[in-house]
């Protein structure tokens, strides 16, 4: 019987559209971009005879001059990769065939399915949407050829050839306007927008272009061949979950579960596009599901995916696998916590790829009329810093060929030989001053990435240290090193002590196997992730998460003791971030290596107490876990942080006061300047009488001015803090409201010991009680089509369908609707393990990966509704 493993089925599909692509130029978006590359997907496409593989929203005319295969002629079919809605992608593949000559061929493979495009709020796609768009495209492009033809005849043959190769102002007009987003619903879209779009097939209008469009379901970022998420700029992902009402948290979290039942007109599309991406999934990989939901949104998926099932589906001959969807508003505190995982680290750490393009900027999405329109996830491709492996050349290369520029510049034209110097040293200093920047934005210009097909002796660099804590993680990354070293016959002169692995033990590792360029390419998986371990344990970051995973751990034992003793920890960390915020204001500047907490981290610590307080002191107050006076000291200590801390200005609880506080920090900076001048004047020997001629009134009335705007501004910072800790009650009563939480099983469990992180999150309880064969307060199991029939029907005779069991399936599918974290993915891992069945297939997947700083973009940034 064959193993589950997302990413051979993956790659699976791909082989399966071989004649699509084959001699083809692929274009890929940036969601299928971070899909291929974690699936290891390129070597794969190059073994099938691929043109080459580009960038679909940084496409340019030259792509077709690069050629992946010698022996292949001159592309003339075009394939597209999208993981966002045809409406989306479409002004990115009509500029693509627009810049490119001789394509005939287009082929469109879509991760939405056809009924999710059609089921779209506002889609201008209907139920046949892939013949309607087939349609419309080569609509928009015949109109758009014929427009450049008529224009070419005006301008002349020349001007027409030219811009080909000059700069599309056409498009970047296009893309700095939110309001320009290209319509799909009538040919006339491209009237006004592609007005100066460049192409190539001004000669050859009457050729006919071929459009098919088919859908690719499989377009996934798997972690390792049994957990995965979605891709971060895939429509999936970026869909919103909840719209803005009182149970709602975050456009990209589900709301809280009270219970109540949903309307399908108001299905979030998030809960649309996910049923539809598992459907598929599951049928691809071969899965009869049961399902089972815990929490409101989740069982809205369930009956979604139910409904898609059908008869047929039913009786093929697939493997019984249990799906399990899980609300990630049901637990907020594992993610917002800094665990012991060593890959939530690394992706903290490591800097990110920029995305693509803004929200605002997709067709559909800036279309939707009852939604948001800012929810934008982090790009799950890291940036591993890899530069320091070659510091030694990089300078060596750069005179090398300085002297080469020279030598050639001296036979090309001596008269201009002095200007063209000149310019060489200006460079040559330019290139000194990038090798001396710090390792952070030297990184910029050499970076690595993660595969998770990328194995140590058949065992996944990735999947191997996922349910790993930071010390276990690092210590087999070293082994890993030191055995790679080894096989290269390469000695290095390290001291290597047993335990907690160092940057010092790492840093020579690293260079050493990398020293030469073709252990580098042997090697570059371990290499990698050895990097970027060595990253993650840089004092820089090191410092600042242990900061954070200290106060957690204080917040937690306070949260055993009383509300008192929480609401003080609570105020003596903003009391600290406000002395920081001070000392930053007097010197500009603030060491990341000292660990100190900034204001933002402070908020997400609140976040995580006031989560605690509403789980073990629900009736303290009013509103609130706290009573008045304990919330009246947390309220003032923010107001005053936020006054003293010029760096906070833009949070978004502070969203039309921006303005006025950053006046504030400017005017105190240019009286703390004008006071310092007039200290100097003082030590001058002049008479005090001839500066005093009556401007003593006029300075009262200008401090009057001046407290009266102080006052004024500091009751609208309260109102803003009053909101804020509004949204926070709401946190606070996520056990109360949560209708799975009420009966205590999944809450907190007094368990405050010494070490924060035996508190173990709500997935490893509920797979405790589930492999167990425990009851589970609130899980909702999804009948088939077979056993609706059978409840309805034969019921009624004593031939109803008995509810199945999850802990009888072999394999398991979980679901968590709004992220995990690794954390997560090691408690699930260690769940099953503890249950003693290790013929359970566990396979874990999510909308995202989470870390701390998204959930402060959910919760409290730009991505959520406070």
Known sequence: MAFADVIICCLDSIRQISEHIEGATIYLDAGCTESFQFLGAFPLLLELGVHAVCSLEDMSPLDMVVDWSPKSDPARKVVVFASRLLSDSHRYVLRCLSTHQNVCNCTIFTSISEIAHSAYPDSPLGPDAFREYESLLVQDYEELLKRCEVKSKQSGESNAKENLITDDDGWSRLTSSKEETFAVESGSGAKETYEDEPTGHVEDVGQKLFVSVHHFPLILCPLSPRVFVLPSEGSVAEAYLSAQHENSLSPGLPPLSAGLPSDGE????????????????????????????????????????????????????????????????????????????????????????????????????????????????????????????????????????????????????????????????????????????????????????FVSAESFRGTPYLEAILDRKTKDGSVLIRKWLQEALRRENIKVNVKIRPGFVTKSELHPLIKALARSDSSLMRNKGIIQLATATLHALDEINSAKWDALKSAEKMLNISAGDTSQSLAAQISDLINKSAVVGSHVKKIGTLEPSQGILSFQDVLLLIVSGYILAGENFPTSGSGGPFSWQEEHFMKEAIVDAVLDNPGVAKLKFLNGLTEELEAKFNKMNSEEAKEESMSQLQSDDFDDDQWGWGDEDADKNTKKEQVYGDMQLKLELRDRVDNLFKFLHKLSSMRRRNLPLREGTFGVESNFSEDLYTSTGLIYKLLTRILGKHDVPGLEYHSSTVGRIFKSGFGRFGLGQAKPSLADQNVLLVFIIGGINGVEVREAQEALSESGRPDIELILGGTTLLTPNDMYDLLLGDSSYI
């Not at 598929?280 to 809205?300: F, N, P, Q, V």
């Not at 490591?350 to 393009?357: C, D, G, I, M, V």
């Not at 290369?397 to 030989?417: P, R």
Request: aromatic fraction near 6%; charged fraction near 25%.
């Open 266 to 449: 108001d299905t979030p599309p998030g809960a649309t596009l996910t049923a539809q991406f598992l459907y598929h999934l599951a049928a691809k990989m071969d899965l009869k599901t049961e399902i089972y939901s815990l929490g409101d949104l989740s069982k809205t998926v369930g009956k979604l995916l139910t409904d898609m099932s059908s008869l047929y589906d039913v009786g093929r001959r697939k493997r019984s696998a249990g799906l399990l969807l899980i609300d990630r508003s049901l637990d907020l505190l594992t993610p917002c916590s800094h665990g012991d995982s060593l890959i939530d680290r690394i992706f903290s750490a490591l800097p990110r790829r920029e995305p693509t393009s803004s929200p605002h900027m997709k067709g559909s999405q800036t279309q939707l009329k009852h939604g948001p329109v800012d929810l934008q996830r982090a790009p799950l491709d890291v940036q591993i810093p890899l530069k320091f492996l070659r510091e030694e050349d990089s300078t060596t290369e750069s005179c090398q060929l300085l002297e080469s520029i020279e030598a050639f510049l001296h036979g090309w034209k001596s008269s201009d030989l002095t200007f063209q110097t000149v310019d060489l040293i200006n460079l040559n200093t330019k290139l000194q001053d990038e090798s001396e920047k710090p390792f952070r934005s030297a990184g910029k210009i050499l970076n690595g990435s």
